[in-house]
């Protein structure tokens, strides 16, 4: 089982859902997306995210990012668990989960982790951009929620810096001034960046994010 490293083409699989059966690869066609992974059906911190994901998906389609969920629990129990999701979260769950008994996606993934656990996956995260490729990777223990703020913060840093030559300071949010590629020279940047270079230090220069109007 090789380890998946940022920059590696996420893997494609075909596994039934919630929604179908799903070709991984297909599915996301030209957008971006979150694959993420929870222990096992019916256990509590994971109800509370994929109801958490299910009402930021507005926040997630504006920046054109698909989300899919898996478990190693099958479909039906998936099924029964989305309604105990809707029903403590009020929400309506609107993406797939995976069902993955037989751990073929948790093993390509590197999702199941023994000193944790040999039976559930961990609470894995792939960030996926729409080349296929593994843009950012976060691995949390079973106790401890995700942080879905975080991972828009990221995604909009992602998307800003993949089209961009810049890249997001500590704790950068959207809007927010951003760092010059230290490949730019800082004459340059003045040509690139029309709204102003402010030059800290010749390799810290900031300037306004570029993709606002």
């Not at 059966?21 to 979150?34: A, P, Q, R, V």
């Not at 930021?56 to 309604?83: Q, T």
């Not at 559930?120 to 949390?140: M, P």
Request: proline share 6%; with cysteine; glycine share 6%.
């Amino acid at each position: 089982m090789a380890t998946i490293r940022l920059g590696d083409v996420a893997p494609n699989f075909t596994a039934k859902s919630t929604e179908g059966t799903i070709n991984f690869h297909e599915w996301l066609g030209d957008s971006w997306g979150i694959l993420f992974s929870h222990p096992a059906d019916y256990t509590p911190v994971c109800t509370t995210e994929l109801g958490t994901v299910a009402k930021y998906k507005p926040e997630f389609d504006k920046r054109n990012v698909k989300v899919v969920a898996l478990s190693v629990d099958g479909v039906e129990s998936h099924h029964g668990w989305i309604n105990d999701i809707n029903e403590t979260q009020n929400t309506t769950v609107n993406f797939p989960i995976i069902a993955d008994e037989d751990k073929k996606v948790s093993e390509l993934y590197d999702m199941i982790h023994p000193n944790a656990s040999d039976k559930f996956t961990v609470r894995s995260v792939f960030v996926i951009g729409d080349d296929k490729k593994v843009k950012l990777i976060i691995t949390y223990p079973a106790s401890t929620g995700r942080n879905f703020e975080e991972l828009l913060r990221v995604i909009d840093s992602l998307q800003l810096t993949a089209y961009h030559k810049v890249a997001t300071p500590a704790n950068w949010k959207h809007g927010e001034d951003v760092v010059v590629s230290p490949a730019i020279s800082t004459a340059d940047a003045k040509n690139i960046f029309t709204k102003g270079v402010d030059e800290i230090k010749p390799y810290l220069r900031m300037t306004p994010q570029p993709n606002l109007k």
